[in-house]
T-cell receptor, first 115, second 116 residues
Framework: DAMVIQNPRYQVTQFGKPVTLSCSQT?????MYWYQQKSSQAPKLLFH???????NEADTPDNFQSRRPNTSFCFLDIRSPGLGDAAMYLC??????????????FGDGTRLSIL | AQKITQTQPGMFVQEKEAVTLDCTYD???????LFWYKQPSSGEMIFLIY??????QNATEGRYSLNFQKARKSANLVISASQLGDSAMYFC?????????????FGKGITLSVRP
Protein backbone atom coordinates (compact mmCIF):
# COMPACT_ATOMS: atom_id res chain seq x y z
CA ASP A 1 0.00 0.00 0.00
CA ALA A 2 1.15 3.49 -0.78
CA MET A 3 2.04 5.27 2.40
CA VAL A 4 4.13 7.67 4.45
CA ILE A 5 6.76 5.98 6.61
CA GLN A 6 8.61 7.58 9.48
CA ASN A 7 11.66 6.14 11.16
CA PRO A 8 12.29 5.59 13.92
CA ARG A 9 8.98 5.46 15.77
CA TYR A 10 10.70 6.44 19.01
CA GLN A 11 13.95 8.35 19.27
CA VAL A 12 15.91 9.21 22.39
CA THR A 13 18.79 11.64 22.23
CA GLN A 14 20.92 13.59 24.63
CA PHE A 15 20.63 17.29 25.28
CA GLY A 16 22.65 19.06 22.57
CA LYS A 17 23.37 15.94 20.51
CA PRO A 18 22.28 16.28 16.87
CA VAL A 19 19.50 14.01 15.75
CA THR A 20 17.94 13.21 12.36
CA LEU A 21 14.41 11.99 11.77
CA SER A 22 13.49 10.45 8.45
CA CYS A 23 10.37 10.28 6.33
CA SER A 24 9.76 8.39 3.11
CA GLN A 25 6.71 8.15 0.88
CA THR A 26 5.47 5.92 -1.87
CA UNK A 27 2.59 8.23 -2.84
CA UNK A 28 4.74 10.21 -5.29
CA UNK A 29 3.40 13.43 -3.78
CA UNK A 30 5.33 16.56 -4.59
CA UNK A 31 4.75 18.33 -1.27
CA MET A 32 6.23 17.12 2.01
CA TYR A 33 5.69 18.70 5.43
CA TRP A 34 7.21 18.47 8.88
CA TYR A 35 5.11 19.23 11.95
CA GLN A 36 5.96 19.39 15.62
CA GLN A 37 3.22 18.32 18.03
CA LYS A 38 3.51 18.68 21.77
CA SER A 39 1.28 16.85 24.19
CA SER A 40 -2.43 17.74 23.89
CA GLN A 41 -1.70 20.46 21.32
CA ALA A 42 -2.39 20.91 17.62
CA PRO A 43 0.38 20.08 15.15
CA LYS A 44 2.59 23.06 14.39
CA LEU A 45 4.03 23.36 10.90
CA LEU A 46 7.82 23.72 10.87
CA PHE A 47 8.47 23.80 7.13
CA HIS A 48 7.53 22.17 3.87
CA UNK A 49 8.98 21.33 0.49
CA UNK A 50 7.11 21.94 -2.70
CA UNK A 51 9.19 19.76 -5.00
CA UNK A 52 12.68 21.08 -4.26
CA UNK A 53 11.52 24.47 -3.04
CA UNK A 54 11.97 24.83 0.69
CA UNK A 55 9.44 26.91 2.66
CA ASN A 56 10.33 27.72 6.23
CA GLU A 57 7.75 28.98 8.73
CA ALA A 58 8.71 32.33 10.22
CA ASP A 59 8.73 31.06 13.80
CA THR A 60 10.62 27.81 13.20
CA PRO A 61 13.83 27.92 15.27
CA ASP A 62 17.15 27.92 13.40
CA ASN A 63 17.95 24.74 15.29
CA PHE A 64 15.64 22.88 12.90
CA GLN A 65 16.78 22.11 9.38
CA SER A 66 15.43 19.91 6.62
CA ARG A 67 16.72 18.10 3.56
CA ARG A 68 14.89 16.54 0.66
CA PRO A 69 17.36 14.67 -1.52
CA ASN A 70 14.66 13.27 -3.81
CA THR A 71 10.86 13.04 -4.16
CA SER A 72 10.56 10.08 -1.83
CA PHE A 73 12.65 11.14 1.15
CA CYS A 74 12.68 14.06 3.54
CA PHE A 75 14.78 14.50 6.69
CA LEU A 76 14.39 16.66 9.77
CA ASP A 77 17.69 17.62 11.43
CA ILE A 78 17.74 19.07 14.91
CA ARG A 79 21.22 20.46 15.39
CA SER A 80 21.30 20.94 19.14
CA PRO A 81 18.17 19.56 20.77
CA GLY A 82 16.96 21.21 23.92
CA LEU A 83 14.50 19.86 26.46
CA GLY A 84 11.77 21.94 24.83
CA ASP A 85 12.18 20.02 21.58
CA ALA A 86 10.78 16.84 23.08
CA ALA A 87 7.65 16.22 21.05
CA MET A 88 5.99 14.10 18.40
CA TYR A 89 7.26 14.93 14.91
CA LEU A 90 4.85 14.25 12.10
CA CYS A 91 5.69 14.04 8.42
CA UNK A 92 2.94 14.55 5.86
CA UNK A 93 2.61 14.63 2.10
CA UNK A 94 0.12 16.00 -0.37
CA UNK A 95 -0.35 16.68 -4.05
CA UNK A 96 0.32 20.33 -4.77
CA UNK A 97 -0.95 22.71 -7.40
CA UNK A 98 -4.35 21.09 -7.57
CA UNK A 99 -6.40 23.34 -5.38
CA UNK A 100 -7.28 23.22 -1.77
CA UNK A 101 -9.04 19.86 -1.71
CA UNK A 102 -6.00 17.66 -1.41
CA UNK A 103 -5.71 16.12 2.05
CA UNK A 104 -2.37 15.73 3.72
CA UNK A 105 -1.41 12.13 4.39
CA PHE A 106 0.51 11.64 7.60
CA GLY A 107 3.04 9.11 8.79
CA ASP A 108 2.80 7.48 12.21
CA GLY A 109 5.15 10.06 13.70
CA THR A 110 8.42 9.91 15.59
CA ARG A 111 8.24 10.55 19.30
CA LEU A 112 11.42 12.33 20.35
CA SER A 113 12.67 12.31 23.93
CA ILE A 114 15.60 14.39 25.20
CA LEU A 115 17.71 13.18 28.12
CA ALA B 1 -8.47 35.81 15.83
CA GLN B 2 -8.21 32.06 15.71
CA LYS B 3 -8.81 30.59 12.30
CA ILE B 4 -10.14 27.28 13.60
CA THR B 5 -12.03 27.05 16.87
CA GLN B 6 -12.81 23.82 18.67
CA THR B 7 -14.16 24.69 22.09
CA GLN B 8 -15.47 21.37 23.38
CA PRO B 9 -12.88 20.23 25.93
CA GLY B 10 -13.87 16.58 25.86
CA MET B 11 -16.81 14.59 24.67
CA PHE B 12 -18.30 11.35 25.87
CA VAL B 13 -20.67 9.16 23.89
CA GLN B 14 -22.26 5.80 24.46
CA GLU B 15 -21.29 3.06 22.04
CA LYS B 16 -23.66 2.90 19.04
CA GLU B 17 -24.92 6.45 19.62
CA ALA B 18 -24.22 9.39 17.30
CA VAL B 19 -22.00 12.30 18.34
CA THR B 20 -21.32 15.77 16.91
CA LEU B 21 -17.94 17.44 17.22
CA ASP B 22 -18.02 21.20 16.70
CA CYS B 23 -15.75 23.31 14.55
CA THR B 24 -16.02 26.96 13.55
CA TYR B 25 -13.65 28.73 11.24
CA ASP B 26 -12.71 32.22 10.16
CA UNK B 27 -11.52 33.19 6.70
CA UNK B 28 -12.09 35.91 4.14
CA UNK B 29 -10.87 33.74 1.28
CA UNK B 30 -13.78 32.47 -0.86
CA UNK B 31 -11.84 29.33 -1.72
CA UNK B 32 -11.01 27.05 1.17
CA UNK B 33 -11.17 23.46 2.27
CA LEU B 34 -12.10 21.99 5.60
CA PHE B 35 -10.68 18.71 6.86
CA TRP B 36 -11.22 16.46 9.85
CA TYR B 37 -8.46 14.23 11.17
CA LYS B 38 -8.51 11.55 13.86
CA GLN B 39 -5.49 10.99 16.09
CA PRO B 40 -5.59 7.89 18.33
CA SER B 41 -3.32 7.66 21.36
CA SER B 42 -0.72 5.88 19.20
CA GLY B 43 -0.10 9.20 17.44
CA GLU B 44 -0.83 8.74 13.75
CA MET B 45 -3.01 11.37 12.10
CA ILE B 46 -5.78 9.80 10.02
CA PHE B 47 -7.66 11.79 7.38
CA LEU B 48 -11.44 11.35 7.75
CA ILE B 49 -13.40 13.74 5.57
CA TYR B 50 -13.13 16.85 3.41
CA UNK B 51 -15.55 19.70 2.60
CA UNK B 52 -14.83 22.32 -0.04
CA UNK B 53 -16.14 25.85 0.23
CA UNK B 54 -17.92 25.55 -3.10
CA UNK B 55 -19.42 22.13 -2.45
CA UNK B 56 -23.20 22.24 -2.58
CA GLN B 57 -23.76 19.12 -0.53
CA ASN B 58 -22.49 18.05 2.85
CA ALA B 59 -19.65 15.55 2.64
CA THR B 60 -20.15 11.98 3.82
CA GLU B 61 -17.67 9.13 4.24
CA GLY B 62 -19.14 5.98 5.73
CA ARG B 63 -20.08 6.74 9.36
CA TYR B 64 -18.66 10.25 9.10
CA SER B 65 -20.61 13.21 7.80
CA LEU B 66 -19.94 16.90 7.84
CA ASN B 67 -22.64 19.39 8.79
CA PHE B 68 -21.41 22.34 6.75
CA GLN B 69 -23.15 25.66 7.45
CA LYS B 70 -21.29 28.18 5.36
CA ALA B 71 -23.13 31.29 6.53
CA ARG B 72 -22.37 30.40 10.14
CA LYS B 73 -18.83 29.30 9.26
CA SER B 74 -19.22 25.98 10.96
CA ALA B 75 -18.18 22.50 9.86
CA ASN B 76 -19.26 20.04 12.51
CA LEU B 77 -18.29 16.38 12.27
CA VAL B 78 -21.04 13.85 12.92
CA ILE B 79 -20.03 10.30 13.77
CA SER B 80 -22.91 7.85 13.61
CA ALA B 81 -23.07 4.51 15.44
CA SER B 82 -20.02 5.21 17.60
CA GLN B 83 -17.54 2.40 18.15
CA LEU B 84 -14.98 1.91 20.91
CA GLY B 85 -12.26 2.43 18.32
CA ASP B 86 -13.54 5.95 17.71
CA SER B 87 -12.02 7.06 21.02
CA ALA B 88 -9.34 9.51 19.94
CA MET B 89 -8.44 13.16 19.49
CA TYR B 90 -10.22 14.84 16.58
CA PHE B 91 -8.77 17.84 14.76
CA CYS B 92 -10.57 20.20 12.44
CA UNK B 93 -8.30 21.93 9.92
CA UNK B 94 -8.61 24.48 7.15
CA UNK B 95 -6.66 25.13 4.00
CA UNK B 96 -7.18 28.59 2.49
CA UNK B 97 -6.85 29.41 -1.18
CA UNK B 98 -6.05 27.24 -4.16
CA UNK B 99 -2.33 27.92 -4.14
CA UNK B 100 0.12 25.08 -4.05
CA UNK B 101 1.78 26.46 -0.93
CA UNK B 102 -1.44 26.99 1.03
CA UNK B 103 -1.09 25.43 4.45
CA UNK B 104 -3.31 23.55 6.87
CA UNK B 105 -4.30 25.40 10.02
CA PHE B 106 -5.38 23.05 12.79
CA GLY B 107 -7.76 23.63 15.67
CA LYS B 108 -6.78 22.60 19.18
CA GLY B 109 -8.64 19.33 18.91
CA ILE B 110 -11.40 17.57 20.81
CA THR B 111 -11.01 14.39 22.82
CA LEU B 112 -13.76 11.85 22.22
CA SER B 113 -14.28 8.93 24.57
CA VAL B 114 -16.70 6.17 23.62
CA ARG B 115 -18.23 4.30 26.55
CA PRO B 116 -19.20 0.62 26.23
Amino acid sequence: DAMVIQNPRYQVTQFGKPVTLSCSQTLNHNVMYWYQQKSSQAPKLLFHYYDKDFNNEADTPDNFQSRRPNTSFCFLDIRSPGLGDAAMYLCATSRGAQGSNQPQHFGDGTRLSIL
Amino acid sequence: AQKITQTQPGMFVQEKEAVTLDCTYDTSDPSYGLFWYKQPSSGEMIFLIYQGSYDQQNATEGRYSLNFQKARKSANLVISASQLGDSAMYFCAMREGPGANSKLTFGKGITLSVRP
